[in-house]
T-cell receptor, first 113, second 109 residues
Framework: EPEVTQTPSHQVTQMGQEVILRCVPI?????FYWYRQILGQKVEFLVS????????KSEIFDDQFSVERPDGSNFTLKIRSTKLEDSAMYFC???????????FGPGTRLTVL | ELKVEQNPLFLSMQEGKNYTIYCNYS?????LYWYRQDPGKSLESLFV?????AVKQEGRLMASLDTKARLSTLHITAAVHDLSATYFC?????????FGAGTILRVKS
């Protein structure tokens, strides 16, 4: 069964550095999402993306964050000038046209030191 | 802004017992999801509830949705240790899912 994949599984970075988290959504899916989960807390929506543009973003998704679909397969989340509080698990999800179920990737654990 | 509340947040139960997890939400939505998460793992989709009165069952888990009451339940029948995990409900709101805080379920033998 097709799956959403994410790389890396764990990223450690120094405060102030930029990181790029990568996702490969399921191939025929059209809607893409990023969520984050701070350790022990609930899953929070960051951004949704459709037709090569952001369709919705949360208050968390400020100028520090950006998303891109640089080619036909990858979907990336860039975090500029990382802060300690950016440490979390970041999940990518995708949805095909015509259904509502979101398929989640395995997540990238980001640790900011 | 949509708020999603789950209770209880922590549930310790004996094997073989039944229990229900509740998910209340504050704004009209017809679509609700239940996910399971094992420690350090991703979210596994359990149920998608798309209309008022929807009821779905898989093994020892049964989920229902009452959109008028803005309430979903996840009922556990004759719990087994393998069900130990964190369970999240999530409500579709616009282009996103809004998650509850999660219920940590521990099944003791």
């Amino acid at each position: 069964e097709p799956e959403v994949t994410q790389t890396p599984s764990h990223q450690v970075t120094q405060m102030g550095q930029e990181v790029i988290l990568r996702c490969v959504p399921i191939s025929n899916h059209l809607y893409f999402y990023w969520y984050r989960q701070i350790l022990g807390q609930k899953v929070e929506f960051l951004v949704s993306f459709y037709n090569n543009e952001i369709s919705e973003k949360s208050e968390i998704f400020d100028d520090q964050f950006s998303v891109e679909r640089p080619d036909g397969s990858n979907f990336t989340l860039k975090i500029r000038s990382t802060k300690l509080e950016d440490s979390a698990m970041y999940f990518c999800a995708s949805t095909p046209k015509g259904t509502v179920k979101q398929f989640f990737g395995p997540g990238t654990r980001l640790t900011v030191l | 802004e949509l708020k999603v509340e789950q209770n209880p947040l922590f549930l310790s139960m004996q094997e073989g017992k039944n229990y229900t997890i509740y998910c209340n939400y504050s704004t009209t939505s017809d679509r609700l999801y239940w996910y399971r998460q094992d420690p350090g793992k991703s979210l596994e989709s359990l149920f998608v509830l798309l209309s008022n009165g929807a009821v779905k069952q898989e093994g020892r888990l049964m989920a229902s949705l009452d959109t008028k009451a803005r309430l979903s339940t996840l009922h556990i029948t004759a719990a087994v240790h393998d069900l130990s995990a964190t369970y999240f409900c999530a409500v579709e709101y616009g282009n996103k899912l809004v998650f509850g805080a999660g219920t940590i379920l521990r099944v003791k033998s």
